[in-house]
């Protein structure tokens, strides 16, 4: 309570609440880097392709399809994975042919009353796999899409090709882009079903056949979903609240950016400072790129300094910008500071990036929060999504992003309207890739690591890091925020922590730590 108090009293108060400046372009959250891989051959089924079309508009007919792999194989469950392999593509297909109409032939008399010819048609299947196929067809016939999603995630992780194909078939008839939330969303869901199926996983980005948006239209993108929802708002108040409190006293800051992008969250800091009595500190920000952010700039990091330089210049605040790669050692951050600095490193939605230890033995993630520890830094802000996808196996992980991105196809849909098309590349280009690359891909090649709250704690914990309170002048901002959104988003402190969630679902969470 004392801080906040003499917080309120520096003359900064709401200042680092986000702002639009006229000039500045304000941008999202960066978005995964892409990977491409020639990795991996896959036996190619044209007729299947066929079944599928691109998650571009449709000229002709005024829709909106799903985006598939091109590369979808349909093996026999009973075969080796030799023999599998050694089939032609011809007697590949008789067999979904041959599977498909037997299923057909099920579907149909089971909507017969007779149950003699029930009997006499699936006299192969026993009690319990009749009753496990009529739930199916119930599902399927009530159009259930979250269910048989989950039906068919099931199939692909039981190894179950024939089952997944057919359950394929039919979330293909339930699914839209330009539909309800999950419909949208199971778009995407099933084209990382696909992928995985076909085990394209390791060359996801490349067999994504969406059309690669120019980098100015990218970025238009991130700055719509930036605009529409609060989560990346909320994530940046929070820290920048963080940063602002525990340099309020200092002369020279120096600010570890570990993912900068566009460089927004600093504009509305930089105005705080500006006001802080007796005059703003000498402000040096060192800002490291990804590959997303740089492509949708059109450019390096300079573009980001001349920017935020020009801002600094602008509120008669001293600034200096430096440009860093990804630290690779203990020498490669000390270089970056200078005597007499305090320092802050901020980690917006950057670290689920970072491969664990379940990925390598250099365990990336911990290795760079002690490398950050060996700083001594004043402040270390994280903002992460609330998603437990890192470690969980494929099912699990499954059900995980379904309910996460359902949420947040929810809270998307309040703003912008279902057919406007803007909605519809801000989805497939900012969102789309990322829950794709959750169900698809394993290994290094899955970089979309959340983790929850409580197992960042743990990391920070024992890279030797305690907690750092968050202001409540910051959480009275925030909730200023969301009002001018939805009553449906809801604000949460709990254990030094704010939580930004949508209905009953955490989305964001944010602390700090010293």
């Known amino acids: 309570m004392q801080a906040s108090k003499r917080f309120r009293s520096s003359g900064m108060g709401d200042r680092f609440f986000y702002q639009p400046v006229q000039g500045i372009d304000p941008c999202c959250l960066p978005q995964s880097p892409t990977f491409d891989s020639n990795q991996g051959a896959h036996l190619s089924v044209q007729n299947l392709h066929e079944r599928y079309s691109t998650l571009e508009s449709s000229s ?23 023999s599998q392999l050694e089939k032609s593509p011809s007697s590949i297909t008789d067999d979904i ?11 149909t008399v089971m909507m017969e009353p007779d149950s003699d010819i029930i009997e006499n048609t699936c006299h192969n ?7 496990n196929l ?3 067809l119930d599902l399927i016939s009530r159009k259930d899409l979250k269910q048989v999603l989950v039906l068919c995630a099931r199939a692909v992780s039981d190894n179950d090709p024939l089952m997944a194909q057919w359950l394929m078939d039919e979330v293909r008839q339930m699914v839209s882009v330009s539909g309800e939330p999950i419909q949208r969303l199971g778009a995407y869901m099933l084209e990382g079903l696909v992928a995985r199926l076909a085990s394209s996983g390791s060359s996801i980005y490349k067999s994504l056949r969406c059309k690669e948006p120019e980098s100015s239209e990218l970025l238009s993108y991130m700055h719509i979903l930036y605009e529409v929802c609060p989560y990346f708002k909320f994530g940046y108040m929070s820290a920048n609240g963080a940063i602002a409190e525990a340099m309020k006293d200092e002369n020279r ?9 566009q460089g927004s969250q600093w504009i509305t800091l930089i105005q705080a400072f500006a006001s802080r009595p007796g005059g703003p500190p ?15 700039r059109g450019g390096g990091l300079g573009i980001v300094g001349k920017r935020l330089t020009k801002l600094a210049t602008q509120f008669n605040v001293p600034f200096e910008f430096h440009a860093a790669s990804l630290p690779g050692s203990d020498d490669d951050l000390e270089i970056l500071l200078k005597p007499g600095e305090a320092v802050a490193v901020n980690f917006a939605f950057m670290l689920h990036h970072m491969p664990d230890e379940s990925v390598t033995t250099e365990n990336h993630r911990d290795r760079l929060l002690r490398l950050v520890k060996s700083l001594s830094p004043k402040v270390v802000t994280l903002v992460e999504q609330e998603s437990n996808t890192n470690t969980a196996a494929f099912v699990p992980r499954f059900l995980e992003t379904l309910d996460y991105y359902t949420a947040m196809f929810e809270s998307i849909d309040v703003t912008l309207p279902r057919d406007r098309k803007e909605r519809i590349n801000v989805e497939q280009h900012c969102l789309a890739r990322d829950v794709v690359n959750i169900i698809a891909c394993e290994g290094a090649e899955r970089v979309e690591r959340h983790e929850l709250l409580g197992k960042w704690r743990s990391r920070f914990r024992m890279a030797g890091f305690s907690p750092y309170p968050l202001s409540s002048v910051v ?8 009002e001018s959104y939805s009553d449906r988003y809801r604000l949460e402190e709990k254990d030094e922590a704010l939580y930004l969630g949508w209905m009953n679902r955490d989305l964001v969470a944010s602390c700090a730590w010293k």
Do not use: W
């Open 60 to 82: 002709a007919n005024g829709r909106y399809a799903v985006c598939i792999s091109p590369s979808t194989v349909i093996l026999s469950s009973s075969e080796s994975p030799m």
């Open 125 to 131: 299947l026993t009690n319990a796999e009749m009753e």
């Open 97 to 107: 042919n041959d599977f498909n109409h037997k299923l057909r032939e099920l579907e």
């Open 134 to 136: 009529r739930q199916i």
């Open 282 to 296: 000498l402000i040096r920000i060192t800002g490291i790129d990804d590959s997303t952010s740089a492509y949708a």
């Open 475 to 482: 959480n009275s901002t925030i909730k200023t925020l969301l």
């Open 253 to 261: 800051v120096h600010i570890i950016d570990f993912q900068i992008a």
